[in-house]
């Protein structure tokens, strides 16, 4: 199982990576500051994110009796809702699509990776 989430959160690393190199190099001078500030910070727990999924994968590598598979799904999916809309949302002048509709898809993607954490805290303590 652990091999899944260390393959999957190396590949989000990536892509995070690439994206925040879009950022710094071709939105910069097409979105404004204030977007772009949004950009990074769906980058930054982009990448805080991915790289705990290449964690959680290393623990269940170590530790089979511990399931960690539901907090990982949870921790993915926050990753495309909370940094995905705001990836989204910060390039939509530039792509010309109205996607006013996911500015309440980032707070449920905070909300999963809260969760994530909570339930990764719970499985960990009742070991």
């Known amino acids: 199982m652990g091999k899944r989430w260390i393959t999957l959160g190396s590949v989000l690393m990536a892509l995070a990576v ?20 949004s950009y990074k910070t769906g980058v930054l727990y982009h990448l805080i ?23 990982a799904w949870i921790m993915f999916a926050g990753i495309l809702f909370f ?12 792509s010309g699509l109205e996607l006013s509709f996911l500015g309440p898809v ?4 905070g909300l999963l990776f809260m969760a994530a954490w ?3 805290a719970i499985k960990v303590l009742k070991k």
């Open 83 to 94: 940094s995905g809309s705001i990836y989204l949302l910060s390039t939509r002048e530039i």
């Open 49 to 71: 994110h991915a790289l705990a999924l290449v964690v959680i994968g290393v623990l269940a590598n170590a530790d089979s009796k511990i399931n960690y598979a539901l907090p």
């Open 118 to 120: 909570i339930i990764l």
């Open 18 to 37: 690439a994206l925040g190199a879009l950022g710094a190099h071709t939105l910069k001078s097409q979105i404004s500051d204030t977007l772009l500030d």
């Open 106 to 109: 980032t707070p449920v993607g």
